[in-house]
């Protein structure tokens, strides 16, 4: 079997909204950097974790870790004890409960040719538990509502109902460098419905080639997304207000343009990108040339820098207090909130103009309550 699946369920988002995605996407590289490569190696430490506190052997992958540091310790220490956490909370319901580390699933009766590998399931007569890992600290990842975790949940659902018997899913999303734990809940028999009536017909056109395309957010995690025509026709939709200033536009005509903006800016940028990377292979492009771009001075030996300084009678060095990671970093996040918990603020935030689908509450200030009181 491949190492890597047609339809990946991480890419489930993608792929149910925009199923032509996949065929475009077939046969281009994948350009994992090195995020992705600290993301894996906090998913091999995470596992040895679970492992080693199940009592299960495994070699410590510590020794060839390029990015092991404080950080990637307490995150993988901290999922570590969640799933043992959640095995005992089965354990005390159903004692042939057992936690499946880092499980592959078989998800060929939704997707077709699909597998997948779980980070974490924990199966118990009544409730079964899927947890994902995310140890990246860019996007937030919900758990509501997330077809990757739905379809492990499937997958896992599939394995192990002949040892158990599942009323109730628990997903649960855990990525401590960006919120931390999120989870939801839902019977087995509307999981199976949304397999079924959505994700079934969904993979089916995917697989096929079938469908259209269907630029939208999802677009930042698909290798084609600087090919893709559909995209680029979408961000150009903009061109028909003729950059016209901004106040010379109706109400009407900024609401249809404020949704395109965040894709527009995602869109120019992987567009430059893509481009500068072809320049750079030897392509051409009209009108354009490389060349140097600005650089600083810096410092060729900072150790000769600060001895010459100090020879010289001054003090080359400024203290600064490290910011609150760096601190927790440092302390340990344990410690870092027994010492410094007391003395944290957290300042109001800059408004910002969201869609109205975003979970944060509306902003007021004095201005608006007092305009409304009047």
Not at 76 to 82: H, P, V
Request: hydrophobic content about 40%; proline content about 6%; aromatic content about 10%.
């Amino acid at each position: 079997m491949a190492d890597h699946a047609k339809l990946s369920p991480s890419g489930a988002y993608r792929w149910m909204n925009c199923p032509r995605s996949v065929e475009l996407s077939c046969g281009l590289p994948d350009e994992a950097g090195e995020c992705a490569a600290q993301g894996t190696e906090a998913h091999a430490l995470a596992e040895f974790k679970v492992r080693k506190a199940m009592g299960m052997a495994m070699p410590d992958p510590r020794g060839g870790m390029q990015f092991l540091d404080a950080e990637m310790e307490e995150a993988t220490d901290s999922w570590a004890l969640m799933a043992m956490e959640f095995l005992a909370e089965a354990k005390a319901a159903s004692p042939g409960a057992f936690c499946y580390p880092e499980v592959r699933l078989n998800l060929s009766r939704w997707l077709p040719e699909g597998f997948g590998t779980a980070d974490a399931v924990i199966g118990a007569d009544g409730l079964l538990t899927v947890a994902d890992f995310k140890y990246g600290s860019g996007v937030p990842v919900e758990a509501e509502g997330n077809p990757q975790l739905r379809i492990y949940a499937l997958g896992a659902m599939d394995a192990l109902d002949w040892l158990y018997d599942f009323d109730r899913v628990r997903m649960v999303i855990f990525q401590p460098r960006r919120g931390g734990f999120r989870s939801c809940e839902m019977s087995t028999a509307d999981l199976l419905l949304w397999g079924d009536l959505e994700l079934r017909p969904a993979a089916e056109a995917a697989y096929k080639g079938e469908g259209g395309f269907k630029p939208g957010d999802w677009c930042r995690f698909c290798k084609a997304k600087t090919l893709c025509r559909a995209r680029a026709e979408e961000n150009l939709k903009l061109a028909r207000y003729d950059f016209a200033p901004p106040a010379e536009l109706e109400d009407h005509e900024i609401e249809a343009i404020l949704p395109m903006l965040d894709n527009l800016e995602s869109w120019a940028g992987d567009v430059k990108a893509y481009a500068l990377k072809r320049a750079l292979e030897g392509h051409a492009w009209s009108g354009f040339k490389l060349v140097e771009g600005r650089s600083n001075r810096r410092y060729s030996d900072e150790k000769a820098v600060a001895d010459a300084v100090i020879g010289a009678g001054f003090d080359p060095y400024e203290k600064s207090i490290l910011g609150i990671t760096d601190m927790q970093k440092m302390l340990g996040r344990k410690k870092f909130d027994e010492l410094l918990g007391g003395l944290l603020v957290k300042p109001q935030g800059k408004p910002t103009l969201v869609p109205d689908t975003d979970k944060r509450p509306a902003f007021s200030n004095a201005q608006s309550d007092f305009s409304q009181e009047v």
